[in-house]
């Protein structure tokens, strides 16, 4: 038998119900929030990456998957969406757009070549925003407040908001160097990984994992003593308007990001799950205000996040919040003999082009079968065809909760739905 490929998953049963509940909340508080939907390729020039997210991360040096097209050039399978987006955002001319700042929601398929584990797979899914044009700190707080938002109409309670400022390029400037500095003398003592780090991001030496118990990170440099005044304001009023919508959010100040183009404020919203580790970053984000000249565009500031879905999802479980929408058919139909079918095809389509939510035996059960499985769709109303209702058209229609009978003429049956079937 052939297996799924490793750290990749099929879609059904109940997990599907939850995950187009979950994918539709999303498109609804999208609408809400005005943003605009984008969809870009699942494959994109490997430079994109490259020069996109950035070299020396993980994602693009050691995670992603590439392949060769048929003429030769270098593909990859986005291990994110940001990128895709700037470069759709620029090839699109979206900068000379006259209603700033352009507001981008997207959802879909990112590959990482990743160790499969609860929460981490190859394929997993994201859906996020990338706003740009904009260099004011409201943008970050609505960003911000997004997944706040759609976490807390699913109902979680367990949620944190871990929040901190890289700064600009000369706040960066300055940390760099009073980490490298700082390390200096301790690089001996850091894991191979940091050691390349320090070469070429020392920042990524902050939340390394490995290296995150060891005594010599206690005392690093912090960046908030070293930003630019600018830099320091950019984050205090990011900060107070999260006050003021009243969104809890904690400070964390090695909270770095695994990409390298971020600017200014980077966020991570956190479950609590045990055993769950770095699994735990539900959604990550921040503002990114050198990523779209770097892909050739105009200087032109940016920031979103993604949500990883499976992840959300398990933490959904973890916490017992049923996402299922319980509600059952509207209306079963079953028919006495062959010569029904035709009769009951027509009023199948009929009943949902008017919105009911309608099925019919495709098997040709009998009438007590038929009950049961009206049982199990838990329909509303089961209609039963036969010769005399075809001839005389006039339906038996059946309360499948009360038990009570209806007869209804054909031309009857909607209004009749309409005022029984509420929303
Ligand atoms: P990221 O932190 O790499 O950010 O990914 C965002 C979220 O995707 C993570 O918090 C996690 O929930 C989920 N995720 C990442 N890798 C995996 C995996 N292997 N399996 C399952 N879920 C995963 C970005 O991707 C940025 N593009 C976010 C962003 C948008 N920043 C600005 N705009």
Redesign the pocket.
């Known amino acids: 038998m052939i297996q799924k490929p490793k750290g990749t998953y099929d879609v059904f049963g109940k997990n599907s119900k939850k995950i187009i509940y979950f994918e539709n909340l999303f498109r609804e508080v999208m609408s809400k929030y005005n943003y605009e939907y984008f969809r870009t390729p699942i494959f994109e020039a490997s430079e994109l990456f490259h020069r996109g997210v950035g070299e020396t991360t993980d994602?693009v040096s050691k995670e992603t998957f590439n392949f060769k097209d048929k003429s030769d050039r270098d593909m990859t399978l986005r291990p994110?969406?940001?990128a895709g987006i700037v470069r759709s955002f620029i090839e699109n001319k979206y900068y000379s757009n006259p209603s700033m700042p352009v507001k981008i929601w997207y959802m879909g398929p990112?590959f990482?070549y990743?160790r499969p584990q609860a929460?981490?797979?190859?394929e997993?899914y994201?859906c996020?925003?990338?706003v740009f044009g904009s260099n004011d700190p409201l943008v970050d707080a609505e960003v911000i407040s997004i997944p706040v938002n759609i976490y807390k109409l699913l109902g979680f309670n367990g949620i944190k908001v871990n929040i901190n400022t890289l700064g600009d390029t000369e706040s960066r400037l300055n940390y760099k160097k009073a980490l490298l500095d700082y390390f200096k003398p301790h690089i001996n003592d850091l894991c191979e990984d940091c050691k390349a780090r320090y070469e070429k991001n020392p920042l990524r030496i902050l939340d390394c994992k490995v290296d995150a118990s060891k005594s010599i990170m206690d005392n690093a440099p912090k960046i908030k003593d070293n930003l630019t005044e600018e830099s320091l304001q950019h984050f205090e009023m990011v900060c107070k308007y999260l006050d003021s919508m009243g969104i809890e959010y904690v400070i964390k100040e090695n909270l770095v990001?695994?990409?390298d183009y971020?600017t200014h404020t980077v966020f991570?919203v956190e479950a609590n799950i045990k055993k769950f580790g770095s699994?735990n970053?539900?959604?990550?984000?921040?503002r990114?205000n050198g990523l779209v000249s770097t892909l050739d565009g105009p200087d032109m500031p940016g920031?979103?996040?993604?949500?990883?879905i499976?992840?959300?999802l398990l933490a959904l479980d973890y916490e017992n919040i049923n996402l299922i929408d319980e509600d059952g058919l509207d209306i079963y139909i079953s028919y006495m003999s062959e010569n029904e079918k035709a009769f009951a095809m027509n009023l199948v389509n009929i009943l949902r082009l008017s919105g009911f939510k309608t099925d019919l035996d495709l098997i040709g059960r009998n009438i007590k079968n038929n009950f049961k499985q009206a049982e199990r769709l838990k329909a509303k109303y089961v209609i039963i065809i036969g010769e005399e209702e075809i001839k005389n058209n006039i339906l038996t229609i059946k309360n499948n909760i009360s038990y009570e009978e209806h007869k209804i003429k054909f031309d009857d049956l909607i209004e009749f739905f309409d005022t029984n079937i509420s929303e």
């Open positions: 994602i994110e969406g940001t990112m990482r990743e929460g981490r797979y190859r997993f994201q996020g925003v990338e990001r695994g990409l971020y991570e699994q970053v539900l959604c990550g984000g921040g990114y920031v979103g996040f993604a949500i990883g499976e992840r959300t």
